[in-house]
């Protein structure tokens, strides 16, 4: 179990950098924005997830700095959005054929024409490649491209395409979020490797004023019971069929999963499949503000993605005091990490007798979840909100 939580070394690397991150962030306060800038955000589907969230801070970041911000997004996928100030929308929903696509697009344009930003920036590979290219066809504003989405959500022809805008110069930068992503693009072209620029994400702390039993009870989950969980969207790619797969196995183990997405039928039908259907809690969607009393339900947050770019979710966990166990990947052991120690026990997720020890270790070893939890709590010197805004601004001024 020792070598599934040792750490690669590029964490070492991310916060060997944050002295140089900490003075350019000292030298962007102490200058004053000239003028009041006018910055749009262009995300995709309005939901509570993970770069939803990222793009929230940014947002309210940037106008606390004296920017005035506005928030497009293509359309609503959730009704329970906890949506910013000045936000629109494209559409009503998801375009659903031919016309109704090229409505939205006309909408889009017209939207980002009337907004008339002196800075563009959009997020996910969507809202990235469509909502760059509208932008530079209807406005003079340069575009910073979030890549907060890992490639492999990305179908072949988006990724070409982001390739060339990347290499047309389409985007003034493009930000990414970790080390790995940034070995990730190192095959790219100079031509689109110069406009990558490493911005980690910053998270609010998620400490919950509730006790555990007030949680579980506010959410309808048993409260003399072992319960696992996690805060992801319903999607494959999530994998989160492997944390149904271990309950079989562990009868006195309950699951608690909150989200929403197009995964939800299969996981019941898992559910039932296995006999676990009792024990398996689907909260349904939650806002940024019922997070921290969801962490305070759980007793272990599983975390078994199969692509992330950072892993956001699990970081809010992590420095709440949850312990983690997250699936394998090169960039959850970087970001997972504090001066070099492991902040969750990491594991391959796919393999459920492997998962299901790697989760009873941590409810069985007191001193690894108190090391767990030291480390999770230095999360918040890594990724601060103050010093991710910071390098926002930076970037936005350097660009105007």
Excluded at 138 to 148: C, D, L, R, W
Excluded at 281 to 286: D, S
Excluded at 294 to 323: I, N, R
């Amino acid at each position: 179990m020792n070598d599934q939580i040792t750490l690669a070394e590029p964490a070492l690397t991310a916060d060997a950098r944050a002295p140089r991150a900490h003075a350019r962030a000292a030298a962007t306060r102490s200058s004053a924005i000239p003028t009041r800038r006018r910055v749009l955000l262009i995300q995709t589907q309005a939901e509570n997830a993970g770069a939803q969230e990222i793009s929230r801070l940014v947002g309210a970041g940037l106008a606390a700095r004296g920017y005035e911000v506005h928030n497009l997004f293509f359309f609503r996928q959730s009704r329970g959005f906890d949506e910013p100030a000045n936000t629109t929308y494209c559409a009503p929903r998801r375009p659903g054929d031919p016309m109704s696509f090229l409505r939205f697009l006309v909408s889009l344009g017209r939207r980002i024409r009337a907004t008339r930003p002196d800075a563009i920036l959009t997020f996910q590979h969507y809202g990235n490649a469509i909502g760059g290219a509208i932008a530079r066809l209807v406005s003079p504003a340069p575009v910073i491209a979030n890549q907060v989405s890992a490639r492999l959500t990305m179908p072949g022809w988006l990724q070409k395409l982001d390739l060339m805008m990347g290499r047309l110069g389409i985007f003034h930068t493009i930000t990414v979020n970790s080390d790995e992503m940034m070995r990730d693009y190192s095959r790219y072209p100079e031509s689109y490797r110069k406009h990558l620029t490493h911005v980690p994400h910053g998270f609010d702390q998620k400490h919950s004023t509730l006790s555990k039993t007030e949680a579980r009870r506010r959410f309808g989950l048993p409260v003399d019971e072992i319960v696992l969980g996690t805060a992801a969207r319903l999607h494959p790619l999530k994998q989160l069929d492997a944390a149904i797969r271990v309950l079989p196995a562990h009868p006195t183990w309950r699951l608690a999963l909150a989200g929403h997405g197009p995964d939800e039928a299969r996981l019941r039908k898992l559910a039932e499949q296995l006999g676990v259907a009792d024990r398996l809690f689907l909260i349904g969607e939650i806002t940024p503000d019922q997070v921290a009393d969801f962490l305070a339900c759980l007793d272990v947050f599983v975390f078994p993605s199969l692509a992330e770019t950072f892993g956001l979710a699990a970081v809010e966990a992590a420095h709440a005091g949850v312990p983690v166990v997250a699936n394998d990947l090169p960039v959850l052991r970087e970001v997972l990490s504090y001066h070099g120690e492991p902040a969750a026990l990491i594991v391959d997720a796919a393999n459920a007798e492997a998962l299901g020890a790697a989760v009873a270790a941590v409810l069985d070893d007191p001193e690894l979840r108190v090391r767990l939890q030291r480390s999770g709590e230095g999360l918040k010197t890594r990724y601060s909100v103050e010093a991710m805004v910071d390098e926002y601004v930076r970037i936005l001024e350097q660009a105007i």
